[in-house]
């Protein structure tokens, strides 16, 4: 899993985060950043970030389904942490339902200015959403065509915990 990380950080040149859920938030249990990027991006393993901030965090959130998400948002009120924060109910529902068509999500300089992600979910052997994969850049370096290249590497992740891809 590692080595898949490692793979993808080197073919995009940016920081390559691995993440689970607890709770209502998303925790960095893995995180893969060269030597020469300059990005102070300060998410270091075991750092916390609310579900709705993050691309990863909405992956959860938009696999929960309606009901689980609006009890979410009552529940934490949905805090900003920058202009960009998802602070509105509808609004979060209605990118999470996009996040369910298309299986992807990105944080769109929600948690940091200047900063933004592409998350992909890993999926166990029962089909269970367990983590995400995420590559955050500088939001002038993010090239969104690299949603394909962290799709696969996902994917591959999952495969080899035992999901079967349909």
Known sequence: RSSDLQDL??????????????????VYIE???????????????????PLHITAVGKLFLAEDGVEKCVDYARRTG????TENTLTDADTLSKELEKIRRQGYAFDSEEAEKGVSCIGAGIYNDDGRLVAGLSVSAPSDRLDKGWTAQVRRTAEKISKAIGHQTR
């Open 9 to 26: 950080h080197q073919e995009l040149g940016e920081t390559v985060n691995l993440s689970v859920r607890h709770d209502d938030e998303v």
């Open 78 to 81: 949905l805090p900003r942490f």
């Open 31 to 49: 995180r893969t950043s060269g030597s020469n990027s300059m990005m102070r991006v300060v998410q270091i393993i075991g750092a916390r970030a």
